[in-house]
Every structure is written in structure tokens, then in C-alpha cells.
């Protein structure tokens, strides 16, 4: 099992920044491509950011391209989410996730192995 732990969630006012961690244990980090997903009220998960296991690849959502920015640190075993000029409606639970068979490299669909509990972000208008 990996298990993935995020932290960094809270409140923030429009066009604030929050960064969101991931941290992973129980197995290879490494060795997992990782994404973060988000989850508003009432809504579906939506794909934000992608990254492949060495972290020289990554794919942004639209959504969030130019504001989001996803990256890893392999020795600390933990993914980041740099989150700029926030909006209300990036209000949204936000989720990691790490799979072997994904790439990092395109906009993700499907249901990956392993998920965190996921952190709460607030944005304010």
C-alpha cells in the first residue's frame, strides 16, 4: 500500500495563494506518477495536475493553467500544489493520487490506485 496524506488546505481571500502537500509512505514514492484532483459541492472530480514519477513531466489542466503549478521532491517523498490568484471558485476538497500506469502527461480520466483523504480549500470572495 502507499499511503498519501495531504495538508496545506484552509481559508484564503480571492487572489491569495495556498501551496498543498502530499506526502507518501508505505512504498516506493518514486515510482508512482501522481495528480491532484478536486472535488467542489455538488460537483464531480475534476483532474487539476499531473506529474510523472521522476517529475520532469507534467500536464495542467486548462482550468487552472497558468495559476496551478504541480511539483514533486522524491527525497521528501511529497507532491506539491502551488495555487496563485485563487478564486471562489476553486473552492473544492482536493485530492492526490499515485498510479504506476499514468504518465504525467495528459489530462486523467480514469480512477487511480491509491488516493489521500483529501484537504479542504476555502477561497473567499
Known amino acids: 500500500q502507499l499511503q498519501l496524506v495531504e495538508s496545506g488546505g484552509g481559508l484564503v481571500t480571492a487572489g491569495g495563494s495556498l501551496r498543498l502537500s502530499c506526502e507518501g509512505s508505505g512504498r516506493t514514492f518514486s515510482t508512482y506518477a501522481m495528480a491532484w484532483f478536486r472535488q467542489a459541492p455538488g460537483k464531480d472530480r475534476e483532474f487539476i495536475a499531473g506529474?510523472?514519477?521522476?517529475?520532469?513531466?507534467?500536464y495542467t489542466a486548462d482550468s487552472v493553467q497558468g495559476r496551478f503549478t504541480i511539483s514533486r521532491d522524491n527525497a521528501k517523498n511529497t507532491m506539491y500544489l502551488d495555487m496563485n490568484n485563487l478564486e471562489p471558485g476553486d473552492t473544492a476538497v482536493y485530492y492526490c493520487?499515485?498510479?504506476?500506469?499514468?504518465?504525467?502527461?495528459?489530462?486523467?480520466?480514469?480512477?487511480?490506485?491509491?488516493w489521500g483523504k483529501g484537504t479542504l480549500v476555502t477561497v473567499s470572495s
Open positions: 493520487a499515485a498510479d504506476q500506469e499514468y504518465t504525467g502527461t495528459y489530462y486523467y480520466t480514469g480512477d487511480m490506485h491509491f
Open positions: 506529474i510523472s514519477w521522476a517529475g520532469g513531466s507534467t
